[in-house]
């Protein structure tokens, strides 16, 4: 069995914990699959508009007669034929999210946290608290653990000093355990997790 390395806040190695034997299995690509292009899908904003003959304004009248100008019979400069007419099958205002059941979710969060594992860009700490809500501490502590660029730091709960102390971090973000999804995991280069946040999302007791 694996182990990973678990750090304090100062960088300093205060044990090891013994990985599940699943966690060193392949990644499961299908289910990440599915749950990113779920994600995807929520995050597309559904706003383009092309207008329909009914919403063209203007063609209240027939453009000329019907019979005798030897031009093609028309009825309205609304027609889709026309330019400045209304659009055929258009796109409308739409919503393109969709559900996937919550058991696939779950899986796909654990596989994603698999693959940073399996990759080595997974760190493991003991907690984190800060005194004062003061960016110089949090940045401390970060360059101490290695996790400077590019890194997602989940927490079973995010304290407010350390959440205030964050803000300004930048390529920096810290979550808690129950608002985290496998895309957020995917979309950091490094993932910094405590260590019950990790027992809690792995199921490792």
Same mark, same amino acid.
């Given at each position: ?5 678990? /750090? ?12 599940? !034997? ?6 499961? *690509?299908?289910?990440? /699959?599915?749950?990113? @292009? ?5 995050? #597309?904003?559904?706003? #383009?508009? $092309? ?20 031009? $093609?019979?028309?009825?309205?400069? %609304? @027609? ?7 659009? +055929?099958?258009?796109?409308?205002? %739409?919503? /393109?999210? /969709? ?11 654990? !596989? $994603?946290?698999?693959?940073? +594992?399996?990759?080595?860009? &997974? +760190?493991?700490?003991? *907690? ?8 110089? !501490? ?8 290695? +996790?400077?660029?590019? &890194? ?6 995010? !304290? ?15 979550? &808690?355990?129950? @608002?985290? @999804? ?5 979309? #950091?280069?490094?993932? $910094? ?13």
């Amino acid at each position: 069995m694996s182990k990973l390395s678990i /750090y304090d806040t100062k960088g300093k190695e205060i044990g090891k914990l013994t990985l599940d !034997e699943s966690l060193s299995r392949k990644v499961n *690509s299908k289910v990440l /699959y599915q749950a990113v @292009n779920n994600y995807l899908a929520s995050r #597309h904003r559904g706003t #383009h508009k $092309a207008k329909k003959r009914r919403e063209v304004r203007g063609g209240g009248k027939k453009p000329w007669r019907q019979k005798g100008t030897g031009r $093609a019979r028309s009825g309205s400069i %609304r @027609n889709p034929l026309w330019t400045g007419g209304g659009v +055929i099958f258009g796109p409308v205002v %739409r919503s /393109y999210s /969709y559900t996937i059941p919550r058991k696939v979710k779950r899986i796909a969060l654990v !596989e $994603a946290i698999k693959s940073k +594992i399996q990759k080595d860009n &997974c +760190i493991l700490f003991d *907690s984190i608290s800060i005194d004062k809500p003061k960016t110089k !501490e949090m940045t401390s502590i970060i360059k101490k653990l290695g +996790i400077e660029k590019g &890194c997602l730091m989940v927490v079973e709960n995010v !304290e407010d000093n350390v959440k205030m102390a964050s803000r300004n971090i930048r390529d920096f973000s810290i979550r &808690c355990r129950k @608002n985290i @999804n496998a895309m957020d995991v995917l979309e #950091h280069d490094k993932l $910094a997790i405590s260590e019950e946040a990790f027992k809690n999302l792995t199921g490792k007791t």
